[in-house]
Nanobody
Framework: QVQLVESGGGLVQAGGSLRLSCAASGRTFSRYAMGWFRQAPGKERESVAATSWSGGGTYYADSVKGRFTISRDNAKNTVYLQMNSLKPEDTAVYYC????????????????????WGQGTQVTVSS
């Protein structure tokens, strides 16, 4: 069983920054492909970013490229999402997810491949 706990969400003005963290349980975190997703009211959950086991491989949705950075610290069992130049359309609940079963180093945007999810953290960007 893997537990994921997100933190760092909040209210920020457009143009501001936030850093989300996701702390994971489990002894083999360095073998989990990790991803960040978000879901706005009335919309489907969408991929934001993903990172490979080592952090050397990454994926970003077009909507966040150049503004968001995903990283991980395997010694701390934690994955991060640095969000800069935030826009009102970034407002959503942000979820981290782990793929512990497929064996793929980088899963990317494929939501169905992730088998563990956090409870989410709210990010609200005001205009």
């Amino acid at each position: 069983q893997v537990q994921l706990v997100e933190s760092g969400g909040g209210l920020v003005q457009a143009g501001g920054s936030l850093r989300l963290s996701c702390a994971a349980s489990g002894r083999t975190f360095s073998r989990y492909a990790m991803g960040w997703f978000r879901q706005a009211p009335g919309k489907e959950r969408e991929s934001v970013a993903a990172t490979s086991w080592s952090g050397g491989g990454t994926y970003y949705a077009d909507s966040v490229k150049g503004r968001f950075t995903i990283s991980r610290d395997n010694a701390k069992n934690t994955v991060y999402l640095q969000m800069n130049s935030l826009k009102p359309e970034d407002t959503a609940v942000y979820y981290c997810a782990a793929d512990t079963a497929s064996g793929a180093q980088l899963v990317g945007p494929y939501l169905e491949e992730y088998d563990y999810w956090g409870q989410g953290t709210q990010v609200t960007v005001s205009s």
